[in-house]
């Protein structure tokens, strides 16, 4: 395991783009001291016409739709500084104005399960996230996720929203994440996020070969028949989608697979997953977007039992950089590949050396 903290530009190649900040972004200024949050941000055309529940969802998706209806009922989210119902409708250029007590959540428990700490100080801590693990509870699953330990590391996140989460990794996707430790910097990595300034670097082994790096965008939304996946949305069908890029480059050429390091510019559901699907690379070992095994013609025994057997998708999120919500400097963090992952990745080399008869 290594951490390093570094600006982000020491790796040219995967540079973090010049990116403007989204309309809908809110105005955010909490008070650390009593829990009271402050947000602001005004409904875009891409919203105008939904339920107040829907847009608040949508500009404030640090809180629960439960929550947010709740503070729509109190009147401690408005619109245009006037109360509003859950359910109705909202147009653009109107302004929700959120100033809200957060109080603790009560039925997150914690639990004392060891967490892979790569970087701690008073407002955050990077953690090195294990495969087969889920981030936070939901129903049916209200214990040991990542929140349930987090929670006992540090009491003090069950007075933030969503114990401190401010991004998620898919449970068998391992790697690095950022966890905020008080309202000041929640608020700020939330923000830096909806800006699409926090840099999320991961290694991928995908099968195919490709001649050189690329960019895939395309719009991604809830899969039409299968409510479990997402999808690439059709051109005629974007209402539902969102705006997904995701940057990719060579790392290492195998045979028939090609490990990649991967840039999100965006980030949705399974977002990587659902690119290298969509463009005919799928990671190995993902049983939701390459569900028929196919075995290679030619490969070993031993590498075909391998790929067959790789028990989650070959995907690991190895550096994470963002502004630091204090310091405001760039801070890099970077941790080694989980063991499978190389295993994996020693087994195709070790392929490729293989010596090659004529039948």
Known sequence: MSNTTANSDQNPQ????????????????????????????????????????????????????????????????????????????????????????????????????????????????VVNKPINCVVH???GLLS????????????????????????????????????????????????QLQQRTVSRVY??????????????????????SAR???????????SASKAAVTHYRICERFAHHTDLTVKLE??????IRVHMAHIKHPLVGDKTYNTRYQQISGVSTELDGILRQFPRQALHAFQLSFEHPATQEMVEFQCDLPDDYSQLVNALRAEDKRPKYEE
């Open 14 to 125: 995967l540079k973090t783009s010049e990116l403007t900040e989204d309309n809908s972004t809110p105005i955010e200024s909490d008070d650390p001291s009593d829990n009271i949050i402050h947000r602001s941000a005004t409904i875009t055309e891409e919203l105008s016409g939904k339920r107040c529940d829907q847009i608040a969802a949508k500009l404030f998706p640090e809180f629960s739709r439960g929550k947010l209806q709740s503070w729509i009922i109190s009147g401690e989210l408005t619109a245009d500084n006037q109360q509003c119902k859950p359910r109705q409708k909202l147009f653009i250029g109107a302004q929700l104005n959120l100033t809200a007590e957060f109080t603790p959540v009560s039925d997150w428990a914690p639990e004392s399960r060891p967490i892979n700490i790569v970087y701690e100080d008073e407002h955050l801590l």
């Open 144 to 191: 040991g996720t990542l929140v349930n330990s987090v929670l006992a590391h540090c009491p003090g996140n069950s007075a933030l929203p969503r114990g401190g989460i401010v991004h998620r990794l898919d449970k068998d996707t391992s790697g690095l994440m950022v966890v905020a430790k008080s309202l000041e910097a929640h608020s700020s990595l939330v923000r």
């Open 203 to 224: 290694r991928a082994v995908v099968k195919g070969n490709f001649i050189s790096g690329g960019t895939v965008d395309a719009p991604i939304g809830r899969h039409p």
């Open 137 to 139: 509870p939901a129903p």
């Open 266 to 271: 965006t980030g949705r559901t399974h977002q």
């Open 228 to 238: 479990t996946k997402m999808a690439v949305a059709k051109i005629s069908d974007t």
